[in-house]
């Protein structure tokens, strides 16, 4: 089939796959999915179990990253699956599920900046550390990530309800951000908060990794890793970047491959969706030797007296 309408006044033409193509992709979505939220919700499992890692704000701050990411993938990969299997779904509910994932996109890049400045604090102020970042201020931090990425979305859940007719929520769309949020001002204002956004984020990314840059040599090897992993959050951030650029991607391949507009959205939709989920697990999971110790054992599904919750709290 090559082309598909759902018959709406509120809906527009989609190309459709194959079956035995709609499939593979399925199949490969699903099964990338299963895995990366299997490794991250075993780090997840791993934090719950041990006191150790819920008293350290960096550790929180790490996991609320990965839940975040667990909560984005499985939204893509059920719209995803929908898209193929009802190919529409109701207004009502593709704003519930947008607006999920809006939350936690935008929960990301906040997510990040706030591990740089703790990083930031931690080498450049490590007397004090304990004193400014505290288990209670660090989930006082989250709260604030939350709030401003709620207070970014509702303006346009608000806009919606108001300008919209009954009969629209009630309609079936091809669920995407732009065919729920139709308002031509919202667009301008999603482009102009965002690019304020990224804006706060780069420069206290930037900030921060050139204080560390410049710690005292007495704490260098520290300062080091620091200035790593700052550098890691710098590439989390470019890959959260490329998000705001998913529509102008589309549109300069499929310009370049008209006949391959199918593969393209799906490969896209890849690179930008879902790979960027196995840079938590994979930077942080493995580069930590605590995490790592106790993650080989749960992943594999074993256990063992030496990390049980108890013993783990006693040599803590």
């Not at 099964?31 to 997840?44: G, R």
């Not at 091809?174 to 031509?184: A, G, I, L, M, P």
């Amino acid at each position: 089939m090559n082309l598909s309408n759902t018959g709406s006044n509120f809906t527009t033409a989609v190309y459709r796959d194959t079956l035995n193509t709609a499939i593979i992709k399925n199949v490969i979505t699903v099964v990338l999915c299963i895995s990366i939220n299997y490794v991250n919700s075993t780090l997840v499992y791993t934090f719950t179990k041990h006191q150790v890692f819920k008293m350290n704000p960096r550790y929180i701050l790490y996991i609320h990253l990965v839940i975040n990411d667990i909560i984005l993938l499985s939204l893509f990969t059920l719209v995803h699956v929908l898209s193929y299997i009802v190919f529409t779904l109701k207004v009502s509910l593709c704003i519930v599920l947008v607006t999920i994932a809006t939350l936690a996109s935008l929960n990301n890049p906040l997510t990040l900046a706030f591990m740089a400045v703790e990083c930031y604090i931690a080498i450049c102020f490590p007397l004090r550390h304990t004193q400014i970042c505290t288990v209670r201020k660090t989930y006082v931090v989250i709260g604030l990530i939350w709030a401003i990425s709620i207070l970014s979305i509702l303006p346009d859940v608000f806009v919606a309800l108001a300008t919209e007719s009954l009969e629209f929520f009630h309609s079936r769309v091809y669920c995407v951000r732009d065919t729920v949020f139709r308002n031509s001002n919202l667009t301008v204002k999603r482009d102009v908060s965002n690019s304020v956004f990224l804006v706060i984020f780069w420069l206290t990314l930037f900030y921060t990794y050139f204080r560390i840059l410049f710690a005292a040599k007495a704490a260098a090897k520290d300062a080091k890793k620091a200035r790593n992993t700052v550098l890691l959050h710098g590439f989390q951030l470019l890959l959260c970047m490329l998000t705001y650029v998913y529509d102008l991607m589309l549109q300069g391949l499929t310009y370049l491959l008209p006949k391959e507009v199918l593969a393209i959205r799906y490969t896209v939709a890849i690179f930008i969706q879902v790979l960027p989920r196995l840079i938590s697990p994979v930077v942080y999971g493995l580069r930590d030797k605590t995490f790592t110790k106790y993650l080989k054992r749960y992943l594999l599904c074993t256990t063992s007296a030496n990390t049980h919750p108890l013993n783990t709290l006693k040599r803590a």
